[in-house]
């Protein structure tokens, strides 16, 4: 019998596919960079991040970075990496740290229990900086529209908080792969549904694709909210929609990879 403490678990893979990219549970020693990633490619191009200038915010901007650092560390994510970049194996590398895999794009998640959706919502609520906290309000707008909990009897959802694909890795599915990914996640872990808010018609094609369907949509433009809400006006075109899933039970999904070595 193997003594356990003498056990390496590796991340689970939950699919590899032609492209050449890994998906996997994200680990902890890619946080930080995670983080540094979202701020330099996904909040200058994110509909609603972009257009509520939340770089012009540092309190706000920090908020987002303390946020997103707290969901990494304390739920799972996943990742893509690129199979093509390969860890250095020549002669004069072998005393070398070996060469960080390429992060291809990381979809942010949470599993969210009935008893802790309050929990979750009061510390969106506690975050500092004007743009972010009229973010979070027009976020949890859309959310309160529906109890998932009670609509599919389930006692947890996976809720989807941000997309990240690196530009070099963009038009190649990736997106698609990673929800993908997301509704096997969902499914190993007993979780019943799946829920996230996808700000542009691109976004809603990939989730759609996967599975999810419209529940509640706001049209940007439109949006007549008060101070204490974000507008937009005629900046921006897109609509943000809330989009769900039911988790199927008996599906054709496939178990992860779960790799395990020995010391």
Known sequence: MYNTEEVIYFPTVWERNSHSFRIEDLKKDRFDEVVELF??????????????????????????????????KTSSSLVAFDENIQESTTKKD???????????GVLVLEVITKFDYG???KR????????????IRLKEH?????????????????RIYYLCVMPEYRHLELGYHLLSSAVDLARAQDV???????????????ATKVG?????????SEWKGNSEYPVFGNRITEDCALMELKVPVHSHLKKPETVIALK
């Open 39 to 72: 701020k330099e490619h996904f909040i200058p191009n994110d509909v609603l991040f972009k257009n509520t200038q939340i770089l012009k915010d540092p309190q706000s901007l920090q908020s987002f970075s303390d946020q997103l650092l707290y969901v990494l």
């Open 94 to 104: 072998v005393f070398q740290k070996p060469v960080k895999r390429n992060i291809a």
């Open 119 to 121: 929990r979750v919502m």
């Open 124 to 135: 969106e609520k506690s975050l500092s900086g004007e743009t972010i906290k009229k973010l």
């Open 142 to 158: 859309m959310y309160r529209q529906t109890d998932f909990f009670a609509k599919y009897s389930s006692k947890r959802i996976l």
């Open 192 to 206: 019943g549904v799946v829920v996230g808010l996808f700000q542009t018609s691109e976004m809603q094609r990939v």
């Open 212 to 220: 999810m369907t419209k529940n509640y949509i706001v049209h940007l």
